[in-house]
């Protein structure tokens, strides 16, 4: 069952699921716990293939507990089937747009643990990356164990790894070059790949980074404000492969909106912060649906 609610209060199904999920929050454990979010919108052939790679058990085992978040975009085949049975919990964001959908997971599931544990939690760790296929999720742990090592923001560098043939058109190569040159000059800080879709978070240093984009401009709104609210950043080379499926974004209307993102994040510096205490949707308005993977109450 997907849980929504309409308008500025709750509905009792959805009180009834968060309550639920304060209850069934994983029990602190030595290094922390882990949240994986994956974007996806019509991803049907990939989201079975990326979550069957993500190394779940070899986490557990180094100590870690892990729970996995498919955060779709209001698709229209079978991504949600598909990653319900292969173990994921879903969250269908409201609207559209990868940045949308991202903002609000990440709302979301702040919000909750804060509400389970007061704060008071062991580490957790944020990580994200695109359901297409194109990102290593056997790269995650070592997103966390430089993240552990103290860092507080960790992004993939495609064009530090292996890129696949026919991977990034040259189209696109020549942009994110360009992107990440003006992202390097408008925040004064080192990067290569600006627009990769792959990150790590400590997750008190997200709550410190206020995020507005709402398309494909969700990095470089993730990158000018974790370099204005001075947070830790490092690159890890990763390898990138060919997308299973078609490609969504359009190249140049993409790199307009990534430029402009850059450019006002720099200008108007960083917005409000997540905050710990509790808000509620505006009235008129439809919060996002969540479920738990199928077998899960």
């Known amino acids: ?16 699921h968060l309550s639920g999920a304060e209850r069934d929050s994983p029990q602190p454990s030595p290094r922390g716990h882990v ?5 996806a919108l019509n991803e049907e052939r990939a989201i079975g293939k990326v979550l069957d790679r993500i190394p779940r058990a070899q986490l557990e085992a180094a100590g870690y507990t892990v729970s996995i978040w498919l955060v ?6 079978r991504t949600l089937e598909v990653g319900r049975k292969n173990g994921a919990s879903v969250f269908i964001q409201a609207g559209r747009g990868k940045g949308n959908g991202m903002r609000q997971a990440f709302d979301h599931l702040l919000r909750t643990r804060d509400r389970a544990d007061g704060g008071s939690r062991e580490p ?6 695109d359901a297409d296929g194109t990102y290593p999720p056997e790269a ?23 890129m696949a043939e026919g991977a990034m058109t040259p189209l696109n190569a020549i942009g994110n070059r360009i992107l990440s040159a003006l992202a390097r ?5 080192s990067v290569t790949d600006v627009c990769t879709g ?15 984009a709402s398309g494909f401009d969700l990095e470089a709104d993730l990158f000018g404000s974790a370099c204005l609210s001075q947070a830790r950043i490092t690159e890890l080379p990763i ?3 060919a997308r299973i499926g078609p490609a969504k974004m359009l190249p140049l209307r993409s790199g307009l909106q990534i430029a402009l993102r850059l450019f006002v994040r720099r200008l108007n510096g960083p917005a409000r912060p997540i905050s710990r205490s509790r808000t509620e949707a505006p009235p008129g308005k439809q919060t996002a649906g969540l479920s738990r993977p199928e077998g899960m109450v």
Do not use: C, H
């Open 72 to 77: 779709d975009g209001n698709s229209t085949d």
């Open 239 to 241: 390898d990138y492969d």
């Open 198 to 212: 792959m990150w790590g978070f400590k997750a008190d240093a997200l709550r410190r980074i206020p995020l507005e």
């Open 124 to 129: 957790e760790f944020f990580l994200m990356l």
């Open 140 to 162: 995650i742990q070592r997103f966390l164990e430089a993240l552990a090592s103290g860092n507080d923001v960790v992004l993939g560098s495609r064009f530090r790894g292996r």
């Open 35 to 39: 949240v994986i979010f994956l974007p």
């Open 185 to 189: 000059l408008l925040f004064g800080v």
């Open 1 to 16: 069952m997907i849980a929504e609610a309409m308008g500025g209060g709750q509905s009792e199904d959805e009180v009834a």
